[in-house]
């Protein structure tokens, strides 16, 4: 149950940024956005990240992803999440799936004014 929810959640996301895609009328060329993504790809917790990974690139359409590995740790998350947002210029974000990285990086992303869709939310905190 909790798979299909999260799938759905992540699905419903990236349809609202695919319908934010503005058609170019000269070129006839489609603009796609890139959405970066914070989860674990390797370490303790991997298995859970390929799980959010499958089902966010079920529903990826006219979106460019970018993935980081996170391993739920705090450090490697504020990293890639720095990557994201000065290398790649995303400002669209899928993560972090753990806690104490969510924790750590709200009040950054909130400064930055990067949205944060979190597959999973650690506090209630993080709404507030």
Same mark, same amino acid.
């Given at each position: 149950m909790a798979k299909t929810t999260i799938i759905t959640i992540i699905s419903i996301f990236l349809l609202i940024f695919a319908g934010c895609t503005q058609e170019n009328v000269t070129n006839n060329k489609q603009e796609t956005i890139k959405v970066g993504v914070l989860i674990p790809l390797s370490g303790p917790f991997a298995q859970y990240g390929e799980k959010v990974k499958a089902g966010i690139d079920a529903g990826a359409n006219n979106i460019e992803l %970018?993935? /980081?590995d996170t391993q739920c740790d705090v450090t490697k998350t504020l990293s890639a999440y720095q990557k994201l947002r000065q290398i790649n210029n995303v400002k669209f974000i899928i993560?972090?799936?753990c806690g104490s990285p969510q924790e750590a990086l709200a009040p950054i992303a909130k400064d930055d004014k990067t949205i $944060?869709? $979190?597959? &999973?939310?650690? &506090? %209630? /905190? $993080?709404y507030q």
């Open positions: %970018v993935y /980081e993560g972090p799936a $944060l869709m $979190l597959p &999973s939310a650690a &506090s %209630v /905190e $993080l």
